[in-house]
């Protein structure tokens, strides 16, 4: 089972590989200039694209297109109104056909944040019976499958039952129009851009910058031949590299230095490792690197990001939040309770 260092890779990634597209999209169009022989000014300053808008909205008319998935299910609270963009990063199961991992990187230009959200994957989703019932129809084993109400299996259970709304946000993706309209019904969050990733370029991406200085908490040892996980760190402030920041990112549970048995949450040695990566690497100076960060993440992702515009929005951004140092912060989705159906445990969330 993939664990939380989805969250560290691909939040890393979004940065790097737009201040990479940052760096190729301005290089090409000045190529481009030049083989033409119209090389103005104003040409080279920047490409042909629509400009960055102050905040990316979702097209007014697409709620009204949505049929209600859920019984109106809503979370208690607006999470990201101020928000600029919102990048939904999940990683699969690769034993399974469900998402493992569901953060969403929340980009607010206004007030200079990057919030991540990270969605628990036992959510609760209170489906219509028009939802149920066309899945007891079109995928009968999937109806009765264990679990399959929960917030990781809503991109099966949108693939399994075709789910294409009047107007696609993701055209051909039944399973992530799926996910990303449960996201905006439950929880008000307009998600612009998705992006998949592997896990295989996690430990190649944190070698390739050389390792990354932490301060380790606690002592954390743990092994799973089956995973081929052997995690051993003593506390203390040294240098990771990406076998052992692998560990870190996956520890849950440890001594403090005082002899203290203590439980954390993956996700708080997550956004440790993450601020720090951040900190120490993703940096403008590290754009004479881009050719191989961008092999690295090239091979590891899936991404609705495609055109040259889009690119060139999260590049702007990317690069405005490198300038101005952007703040990291993570919101912590509250659940007030759990309920069982067929054996299966589920997170209730907090609703209004």
Not at 266 to 280: M, P
């Amino acid at each position: 089972m993939t664990k939380k260092l989805f969250l560290v890779f691909t939040t890393v990634m979004v940065f790097i590989t737009s201040v990479i597209c940052y760096s190729m999209v301005n290089a090409a169009i000045v190529r481009k200039q030049k083989n033409n022989k119209k090389i103005t000014a104003d040409m080279t300053s920047k490409p042909s694209v629509t400009p960055l808008p102050t905040q990316i909205v979702e097209d007014e008319n697409l709620q009204a297109h949505r049929t209600a998935i859920t019984n109106d299910q809503k979370y208690y609270t607006d999470l990201s109104p101020e928000s600029t963009a919102n990048i939904l990063l999940v990683g699969l199961d690769p034993t399974y056909s469900n998402f493992d991992t569901m953060v969403i990187v929340s980009l607010n230009d206004k007030d200079g944040l990057i919030n991540l959200i990270d969605l628990p994957r036992d959510i609760y989703i209170d489906y219509t019976d028009e939802i149920l019932q066309t899945v007891k129809e079109k995928a009968y084993e999937f109806y009765k499958e264990k679990g399959n109400r929960k917030l990781n299996a809503a991109a099966s259970l949108g693939r399994k039952i075709k789910y294409k709304p009047e107007k696609e946000r993701f055209p051909g993706k039944s399973d992530m129009n799926f996910l990303t309209d449960i996201i905006n019904e439950v929880f008000g969050i307009n998600i612009d851009d998705y992006i998949m990733v592997k896990t295989d370029g996690f430990r190649e991406l944190v070698d390739y910058f050389g390792g990354v200085v932490i301060d380790v908490p606690y002592y954390m040892h743990y092994e799973d031949p089956v995973q081929n996980l052997y995690i051993h760190l003593e506390p203390g402030i040294q240098r990771l590299d990406g076998t052992k920041a692998e560990g870190f990112v996956r520890f849950r549970q440890g001594y403090t230095r005082d002899g203290r048995f203590v439980q954390y949450t993956r996700s708080e040695n997550t956004i440790a490792f993450l601020k720090a990566f951040y900190e120490q690497h993703v940096t403008l100076k590290n754009l004479s690197k881009t050719g191989k960060v961008y092999e690295i993440v090239k091979k590891n992702t899936e991404t609705s990001v495609n055109s040259l515009g889009e690119i060139y929005k999260y590049a702007l951004l990317a690069k405005k939040a490198l300038d101005n140092k952007y703040s990291i912060e993570s919101i912590e989705i509250i659940c007030e309770g759990t309920k069982i159906i067929d054996g299966a445990h589920y997170e209730l969330i907090k609703t209004k």
